[in-house]
């Protein structure tokens, strides 16, 4: 996996955050999200924020401090003893459940990162702090970014959406994108959709990525409330795919929000934007965007993305999110390793969310994908067809292309009536995986690493669906 370099977005930070220095951020939304007991955070929100911003970088930050709630605390009072901006709050209930505030910290040139002890001393309580912003020095260490690679622009595709697929998509019926004909069979998704009629109805996956073309002929009456949006990685609520057709993370969430829709084509999609067009971004927006999903009714939470470097933060946000019985799916990352990126890696602790590693349409597992005792499940992440930016199609493979079969696998699921409980659900993904893939050769070397098999998805309707 080559790594996206950080530095184009970098130096559009720099402009941007000194021109954008004196706007305060927190313009409030049109839409109110239900706000944790007494505190309110409205994410950083540029001037005219219902309007898209092609090239607009909202500020950021180089570290994020994750600061439980006290209560009697205020925004207010927060930002003051740490020095900080409080970006999102990480749960939806404080009054009865633990909430941490999101705290965006910046250190002056030369100057040591915050330390996590002044701060604990200065708030009387215990704080974390973690690395958020892309790194420009250090060899341009990426904090998060989105794991895939565009392989294949299918610029002849383009006449699939110009007739009856255009209404197969709007109107939510299933219709198989015949290039992944061998994909869908792998899965068994054919059987899992005559099982489970309803297609995922009822049920909001949202997809914290590059952000979608939400003008795709694919995505019209397939996405949430525009009130639901969020664009954190520009500051304003239209969470547009910005950049150059072939470059870059450019058509990644695209991508990762069509193959949930084939998977449960009555699902609604959530757009949040958090990586920039090289695919990258920070650890700040990427718990804000967890937040966010869960104040505004995601059942499903997606994260194809993912950085080499522990990051508690997201791992609060996501033991939230489970604590609302939110599900959460993360890729396991593209560097050929045995080790799983974060936030895959929390995946392991955490009985709501699943890790997911590739396979090829063989079952062995791909050259590029890593792997580890960690791993959860493995899914077909190679050539996967989906809408592209300008109502176009394309392949692409990686991890990330294996982590939404499985997100639209839990909302198809999701979508019936279930013999299981919600929190029960990853469980039985795991359950009904089809371990075969362990007797091919390709596999030996890695025996235990690949979860408990590939995902079947007729399996897993059998064992939930009612
Ligand atoms: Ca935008
Ligand atoms: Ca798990």
Known sequence: MTRIPAFLTLSITAILLSACAATPPGTPLASTPPAPAGLTVEP????????????????????????????????????????????????????????????????????????AHTLSTALNRSVTV??????????????????GMKIAWASGELQAWAGGMKIAWASGTYAPIPQNTQTWQNVRLESAQARATNLGAGTVVAVIDTGIDVDHVAFQGALTDPATWWDFYAGDAVPQEEGTLGTGGYGHGTNVAGIILQVAPRAKIMPLRVLGPDGSGDVSSIVSAINW???????????????????????????????????????????????????????FDLPLMLSVASVDLTGAKSTFSNYGVQTEVVAPGENVYAPAPGNMMAAWTGTSQAAP??????????????????????????????????????????????????????????????
């Open 130 to 147: 973690d690395t958020s912003r892309d790194q420009i020095s250090g060899g341009g260490a990426t904090t998060a970014r989105m794991g």
């Open 293 to 347: 999903a869960v104040a505004r009714g995601a059942h499903v939470i997606n994260l194809s993305l993912g950085t080499d470097t522990d990051a508690p933060a997201i791992k609060t946000a996501l033991a939230a999110a489970a604590s609302k019985n939110v599900l959460a799916v993360a890729s396991v990352g593209n560097a050929a390793r045995r080790t799983l990126t974060f936030p895959a890696q929390y995946g």
């Open 405 to 466: 079969i499985v997100s639209g696998g839990l909302a198809l699921a999701l979508g019936q009536t279930t013999r299981k409980h919600v929190a029960s659900l990853p469980g039985a993904v795991s359950h009904s995986a089809t371990n075969s893939i362990y007797d091919r050769a390709a596999n030996w070397p890695y025996g235990g690493q690949l979860g408990s098999g590939q995902i079947d998805l007729a399996a897993l309707m059998n064992e939930v669906v009612d």
């Open 44 to 115: 950083i929100a540029l001037p005219d924020p219902t309007v898209n911003h092609p090239g607009q970088v909202a500020p950021r930050f180089d570290y994020v401090a994750t600061v439980p709630v006290h209560s009697g605390d205020t925004v207010a009072s927060l930002q003051t003893a740490s020095g900080g901006t409080v970006v999102s709050i990480t749960g939806t209930d404080c009054a009865d459940t633990t909430c941490h505030a999101v705290i965006g910290l910046n250190a002056a040139a030369g100057a040591p990162p915050p330390s």
